[in-house]
């Protein structure tokens, strides 16, 4: 029976191109998760746009001196493009300055609101000591008055865990100039956590399959919540909706709040788009439906505590639960580790830094989906160098797939034209295929669990068996002397070749088609990504990153390669990087 699978995918700002170490985090695990579900004959929904409100756009603004809107709509077109080059299949990539997005989120203010989960407080507020704007509590640094940690932020200490807030920093400094916050009294709005917590440590506590620095670290940090501010005073955002609030313009809801709701507002336009605009419940109310998010590992609090609170605070109530069924919560939130460049911190301001464009411009989106699934901070920090990357794409990915692919399809092309007609499958052809195609269960368990780089090794171990095979039974040679066993010996490796490309499609969905195409089949396996633009009521038009995945033909089953299906003239699937890339990046970079 197929599930509804929900992708959750952080969303990256709009202030500036994303590097490597971004979608190595939310991107590149996300697609290859959704991408096997879809295999899987499951529904999926996979959702996200650009985070488009906040300190981090108005600074970006006010350095070129444009408007904020000027920067998301530059930056929401920079981050879709890449993410389209990079093979994302969203079902919807939007923006969270659209009208459906504000009515979603001052649904979710005013219901928490008027259920006494929001309360009103007077607090400190830190504004910048140079500009006069409020800085929000991630570019607020300082030393932790728990543990002593000298680079803890405004909303939590990284080291030892505990929720903080810009106040209770020793020599607080703005992560934007390094000056001084100064502190003001301001009438804002927090969220009631504590009045959650309860049922969140027993919710947390339940989650044994949760990866255990996610678990860990929720668990933690539920021990002394607090109310949390959600929002702040700026002119950029989304208006807080009550009445005395209407026609003021100092004070917005906090971007971290609405961003977070932009997974349900995201799932509702992309009901509204399709025209089935109550299909968005079938995954968001529905207790069989399962929600996977990822994000990178400095917003885990974000999505087990902070959004599962308003969640259970929203229940079945407002205009979009509209009585029917409480919204669920996540079933699993799958958090990457941070990938560091050369062994230091990626920082856009400090140079430090590889956008995923510029890779695109060079190299094959396969080569650094690969290196970041095989080798990427799945379950630890780990280091992006251009020597790991060479290394990887050379001795891996072209040497044992690439090869592998290469001589199979030129030899019976050239030699056969189609696939071969097989004699009697020895007990060697039968072990390799049947070892084959017991992957398919081996990897679909590991991808299910959210363990890609098992999954993906596992993957290539079983190409390098095929090669073991092709080395051991020679049938370059046996051709010359026995056609049909020859024959036997290609048709064993294509039925093996067919099934592995299933096993990386997740992973290297470009290269796959192509190798779909190659075998002979018609459609799609990975096909195309679209823009789409639509009109809002109130005029404006926005472009969504999506695709029509229904009409692809590929399954997560072993191969059903017919002999005698011709075959097209094949190409190698991978590029040989040079060396010199290794000297070149790294003098550029200089």
Avoid at 44 to 61: C, N, Q, Y
Avoid at 85 to 103: A, K, M
Avoid at 351 to 367: F, M, P, Q, T
Avoid at 490 to 511: A, E, G, N, Q
Wanted: hydrophobic content about 35%; proline content about 5%; overall charge negative.
């Amino acid at each position: 029976m197929p599930e509804h699978i929900l992708v959750a995918v952080a969303w990256p700002y709009a202030n500036g191109p994303r590097h490597v170490g971004h979608v190595a985090g939310f991107g590149v695990p996300s697609d290859i998760f959704a991408r096997f579900q879809r295999m899987r004959g499951n529904h999926v929904l996979m959702v996200s746009g650009t985070d488009e409100h906040g300190t981090p756009i108005t600074l970006a603004a006010d350095k070129e001196g444009v408007t904020p809107r000027d920067i998301a709509d530059r930056y929401n077109e920079v981050i879709g493009d890449d993410l389209r080059n990079l093979g994302l299949s969203y079902d919807t990539f939007t923006r969270t300055t659209t009208q459906n997005h504000y009515l979603v989120t001052q649904d979710l203010f005013q219901t928490l609101y008027h259920k006494g989960y929001i309360l009103r407080q007077e607090t400190l507020g830190a504004f910048s000591a140079t500009t006069g704007r409020t800085l929000p509590d991630r570019y607020v640094e300082g030393t932790c008055p728990i543990c002593g940690y000298k680079d803890a932020r405004g909303d939590q200490c990284d080291q030892c865990g505990n929720q903080l807030d810009p106040i209770d920093l020793i020599e607080p400094r703005s992560k934007v100039d390094g000056s001084t916050p100064i502190f003001k009294k301001t009438e804002h709005f927090l969220l009631d956590l504590p009045a959650f917590g309860e049922q969140l440590r027993t919710w947390i506590e339940a989650q044994d399959h949760w990866r255990p620095n996610v678990r860990s670290f929720s668990l933690n940090f539920i021990k002394d919540l607090k109310p949390r501010s959600i929002t702040r005073d700026l002119d950029w955002g989304v208006p807080i909706p009550l009445p005395e609030y209407a026609d003021r313009d100092d004070k917005r809801i906090y971007v971290w709040f609405d961003a977070v709701i932009g997974y349900l507002s995201a799932s509702i336009e992309w009901a509204e788009n399709r025209g089935t605009p109550e299909a968005w419940r079938e995954w968001w109310q529905s207790p069989q439906a399962r929600h996977y998010y990822f994000m990178g590992k400095d917003n885990i609090v974000f999505h087990t505590v902070i959004w599962p609170g308003m969640l259970l605070g929203y229940g079945a109530g407002g205009s979009y639960g509209d009585g029917r069924a409480k919204l669920e919560l996540p079933y699993n939130v799958v958090s990457s580790e941070f990938l560091t460049m050369e062994g230091k911190k990626f920082s856009s301001s400090r140079g430090v830094v590889i956008y995923v464009n510029e890779v695109l411009s060079r190299y094959d989106a396969d080569a650094l989906r690969y290196f970041l699934s095989i080798a990427g901070p799945e379950n630890q920090d780990t280091d992006f160098t251009w020597a790991e990357f060479v290394r990887r794409n050379n001795d891996e990915l072209v040497a044992t797939w690439g090869n592998l692919v290469n001589r199979a399809l030129t030899n019976v092309y050239k030699n056969f034209g189609s696939v071969p007609q097989p004699g009697e499958l020895s007990s060697t052809d039968q072990d390799l295929i049947a070892q084959v195609e017991a992957g398919v269960a081996v990897v679909g368990e590991a991808l299910d669990a959210a363990r890609f780089k098992a999954a993906l090794s596992e993957a290539m171990r079983l190409a390098g068996q095929v090669n073991i095979y092709l080395s051991d039974q020679e049938p370059w040679k046996v051709i010359k002397v026995d056609r049909e066993r020859a024959a036997t010996i290609w048709y064993t490796t294509l039925r093996c070749v067919d099934t592995l490309k299933i096993l990386f499609t997740p992973f290297l969905p470009f290269s796959s088609q192509r190798l779909h195409e190659y075998l002979g089949y018609e459609g799609y396996i990975a096909g195309p990504l679209e823009f789409r633009d639509y009109t809002e009521p109130n005029g404006r038009s926005h472009r969504v990153l999506t695709g029509d995945y229904e009409s692809w033909v590929g399954r997560w089953e072993v191969s059903a390669l017919p002999v005698g299906q011709a075959l097209r003239e094949p190409k190698p699937l991978f590029k040989k990087l040079d060396e010199k890339v290794i000297e070149e990046e790294l003098a550029r970079l200089a």
